[in-house]
């Protein structure tokens, strides 16, 4: 069975500081995984995704994560954090040979300090 | 392009008592999936529609209906409802004819069981 473990409910960081959310997962057979971001009283936006190639994947709004197999890991970074970033982050996997469905982790609030 | 709508936006029903809940796929989607998100968790998969038919389903007990129609709109229907229940429902919709397409969300529908 696959799952994702997202490490702090809360991650507090200082405008312009580095943004670091973690994401681990479980998976039998090469995941798809995929961030999402979740502003107040809105759907979920896709951030980026992993798929096959390339193991640094670069998405929208400066945010960049890299899958490492060998640690089961899919962080997502910024380098210099903005007050538009205040948000819920979702980390999420898939089967990539035989699924429809995304599982997500319990997700991860950000917050930005002026 | 309006993106992915639900209806409604919020929701307010007592238990024992059924719910039908609506979403239109964004233009050029034919699949839409349901996910319940509860408060303070992620998303969870309910079902997936394709073709009118459901293609994958979660761990979520019959209570759980839904149908698509031949313009690809959906409805998720709970009967018998419970105050678990009560949580954000979420639509996405994707083209589905590959194994997996970028899934777009709508604002969702909160639903408060009393």
């Known amino acids: 069975a696959q799952s994702v473990t997202q490490l702090g409910s809360h991650v507090s960081v200082s405008e312009g500081a580095l943004v670091l959310l973690r994401c681990n997962y479980s998976?039998?057979?090469?995941?798809?995984l995929f961030w999402y971001v979740q502003y107040p009283n809105q759907g979920l936006q896709l951030l980026l995704k992993y798929t096959t190639g390339a193991t640094l994947v670069k998405g929208i709004n400066g945010f960049e994560a890299e899958f490492k197999k060998s640690e089961t890991s899919f962080h997502l970074t910024k380098p210099s954090a903005h007050m538009s970033d205040a948000a819920e982050y979702f980390c999420?996997?898939?089967?990539?040979?035989?699924?429809?469905?995304?599982?997500f982790g319990s997700g991860t609030r950000l917050l930005v300090r002026p | 392009d309006a993106g992915v709508t639900q209806s409604p936006t919020h929701l307010i029903k007592t238990r024992g008592q059924q719910v039908t809940l609506r979403c239109s796929p964004k233009s050029g989607h034919d699949t839409v999936s349901w996910y319940q998100q509860a408060l303070g968790q992620g998303p969870q998969f309910i079902f997936q529609y394709y073709e009118e038919e459901e293609r994958q389903r979660g761990n979520f007990p019959d209570r759980f209906s839904g149908h698509q129609f031949p313009n690809y709109s959906s409805e998720l229907n709970v009967n018998a409802l419970l105050l678990g229940d009560s949580a954000l429902y979420l639509c996405a919709s994707s083209f589905g004819r590959t194994l997996y397409n970028e899934q777009f969300f709508g604002p969702g529908t909160r639903l408060t069981v009393l």
């Open positions: 998976s039998s057979v090469p995941p798809y």
């Open positions: 999420a996997v898939t089967r990539g040979d035989s699924s429809y469905k995304l599982i």
